[in-house]
């Protein structure tokens, strides 16, 4: 008996030391991205350069690392997967994520989730695989880098994942603008670390053209979103005062004006926007007729919750000419692409 209790002893000693050498580990390598980061710009622009009055399309997709697919459902929306079961399904999903972008092609896109190097994506280099594809120039900010999330079971593993701005347009750099993070530690260390990914397009005439990619919080009671909403609104804001061209896209994870899809689950609720905190003469693009995003408590058959939280915020001197949500039936991935035809004001 004595025995016993010394070898189970010495187990949970054992299993303390391990957890707390790997809190420890945790905590000296935790992703700590500073307050802006300048990022580099891959590959060779293909389109003139830009003028007042230039019209050019946008289009933005959160295209959920290849992973939620129809098939698929999420243990953070009240489903049960982690990732998908093997690397085809990913493939796969990623293969129709391509044909939906090339077959509605744009000047601009904004792409959200999109994984480096991740376990829920076995690996697959989706940043470059879509740089590739879509030509132009690539640039890639990283939102979530984590050397192993513990949770759920199976635990979600090593993630390298982040917004990637793909564009024919000449840019003259990018860069990494953190948001700010709700998370406290341990929680903080496996979480997202939120960003805009922001280029600047010269326009002839001295101005810029400036792009802000997005993906704002979800799982948490909204306090977070509504500081990163005032730091987004602040930086729009700053820069549309110096005379520049601004368009904002992405995954808002917020409920725009005059969208309602019937209630049918309590799993994940979006915040609400608030357009108010824009000055009059920003427009809030959006398609109110068609949904964005669906909810992954289930696999897609077509009874889950739906939501409008894609689209566009731009500046007075900007024209926004159409937006429309391309209806992909949530077929390789939990949010359909949302499309942006817009003038440079004179």
């Known amino acids: 008996m ?16 391990a957890g707390v050498g790997f809190f420890a580990v945790a905590t000296v390598t935790e992703y700590r991205p500073k307050a802006t980061e300048t990022i580099t710009i891959e590959g060779q622009a293909t389109l003139p350069a830009l003028t007042p009055g230039a019209e050019l399309t946008l289009l933005s997709f959160n295209i959920g690392y290849g992973g939620l697919g129809k098939g698929q ?4 929306d009240g489903g049960a997967m982690v990732r998908p079961g093997d690397r085809p399904v990913v493939q796969a999903n990623l293969d129709g994520i391509v044909a939906e972008l090339q077959g509605h092609p744009a000047d601009v896109y904004f792409l959200q989730e999109v994984d480096a190097d991740s376990r829920r994506s076995y690996g697959i280099d989706e940043v470059a695989l879509l740089g590739e594809v879509l030509g132009g120039t690539a640039a890639y900010a990283r939102n979530f880098k984590s050397m192993f999330t513990p949770y759920p079971w199976p635990p979600i593993g090593q993630v ?5 701005t793909v564009t024919g347009l000449a840019a003259a750099s990018a860069s990494r603008v953190s948001l700010p993070v709700p998370f406290s530690w341990p929680v903080r260390m496996f979480n997202l670390k939120r960003c805009l990914l922001v280029e600047r397009v010269p326009v002839e005439g001295g101005k810029d053209l400036v792009l802000v990619n997005l993906h704002l919080e979800a799982y948490e009671d909204g306090a977070g979103r509504a500081e990163q909403m005032n730091d987004l609104v602040k930086l729009l804001q700053d820069e549309y005062a110096k005379g520049n061209y601004v368009i904002a896209g992405g995954d808002f994870n917020q409920t725009f004006p005059g969208v309602q899809y019937p209630k049918v689950s309590d ?13 009059p003469g920003w427009t809030v693009a959006h398609d109110a007729a068609t949904p964005t995003s669906r909810l992954n408590d289930a696999p897609w058959d077509g009874d889950n919750q739906l939501f409008g939280i894609d689209g566009f915020i731009t500046s007075p001197n900007v024209e926004v000419k159409t937006v429309q949500t391309v209806d992909a039936d949530f077929e390789f991935a939990d949010h359909n692409p949302v499309k942006l035809t817009a003038a440079l004001k004179n």
């Not at 004595?2 to 030391?17: E, H, P, W, Y």
């Open 2 to 17: 004595r025995r016993a209790l010394k070898v189970i002893g010495t187990l949970v000693l054992v299993l303390v030391l």
């Open 73 to 76: 459902d999420f243990f953070m």
């Open 160 to 164: 390298d994942s982040g917004l990637v």
């Open 267 to 279: 799993n994940w609720v979006p915040g609400d926007f608030d357009a108010s905190v824009f000055a």
